[in-house]
């Protein structure tokens, strides 16, 4: 990303994915016009996948959360974690990892019961080991990707 504007407006929508194009525009100082043109190109390029509501995990009953490390019991078995997990809603992200686990799910659920629940699921569902780190507070996150270079 070479263009400076470009990267102004997703700084700034990185920020707040509701930002109106008005309040885009006089944060890059274009015009309405031009910013919509910028943000439909970024759209249709792929830089822009999508805008999304961020919701407080308490609010929505699920406090808790956790990462868990996954290893295939058997280091044969083809490699479909990912598949075989996805139905599992209380997983919000799935990493491959490099270092001794396959993959670290990220998951929020609302009691520890929940979790260990969830944990037996996942062995079950993927025939793998696991190795939980329990969240105790979370200082930030959804954190902007794109910053702007100061030149």
Excluded: K, W
């Excluded at 929505?60 to 974690?81: K, M, W, Y």
């Excluded at 507070?137 to 100061?150: A, D, G, M, N, S």
């Amino acid at each position: 990303m070479d263009d400076a504007v470009d990267r102004s407006i997703l700084a700034a929508i990185s920020r707040d994915g509701r930002a109106t194009l008005a309040q885009l525009s006089d944060a890059v100082g274009l015009s309405v016009s031009a910013v919509q043109s910028r943000l439909r190109r970024l759209e249709t390029r792929g830089v822009i996948t999508g805008y999304r509501a961020v919701l407080d995990p308490e609010q929505v009953g699920a406090p808790l959360s956790a990462f868990i490390e996954i290893t295939p019991l058997d280091p044969a078995q083809p490699d479909d974690a990912p598949d075989r997990l996805q139905h599992l809603s209380a997983i919000e992200a799935c990493h491959s990892i490099a270092g001794d686990a396959s993959y670290m799910l990220f998951v929020r659920v609302a009691t520890p019961r929940d979790l260990e629940e969830l944990v037996r699921d996942i062995r079950l569902a993927a025939n793998v080991n696991t190795r939980t780190t329990v969240v105790l507070q979370t200082y930030y996150e959804h954190r902007p990707i794109v910053t702007v270079t100061q030149g």
